[in-house]
């Protein structure tokens, strides 16, 4: 999924830095794997985490969104 999301970033450039920093920061939180959502260029994140982690990566994420002025995001736990 990282790989992926990488591709998008660098290849296709269809990323933006609040999906990068939403992808990195859970990825670095303990997420298995993050990248972009949809066709991306704004769009949405999704990571795959263990159960136990999730509402942990989501607050670490919602944390980084708050340091750099970004709106909080929405988060959809399934």
């Known amino acids: 999924m990282l790989d992926s999301h990488g591709s998008l970033r660098a290849?296709?450039?269809a990323s933006t830095p609040a999906l990068d920093l939403a992808v990195d920061t859970a990825f670095a939180a303990g997420a298995l794997g993050a990248?972009?959502?949809?066709?991306?260029f704004g769009g949405g994140a999704i990571a795959l985490v263990r159960a136990t982690q999730a509402e942990h990566i989501a607050?670490?994420?919602?944390a980084m969104f708050v340091a750099r002025g970004l709106p909080r995001p929405t988060f959809l736990l399934v």
């Open 11 to 13: 290849d296709y450039d």
């Open 35 to 40: 990248r972009l959502a949809g066709a991306g």
């Open 59 to 62: 607050d670490q994420v919602d």
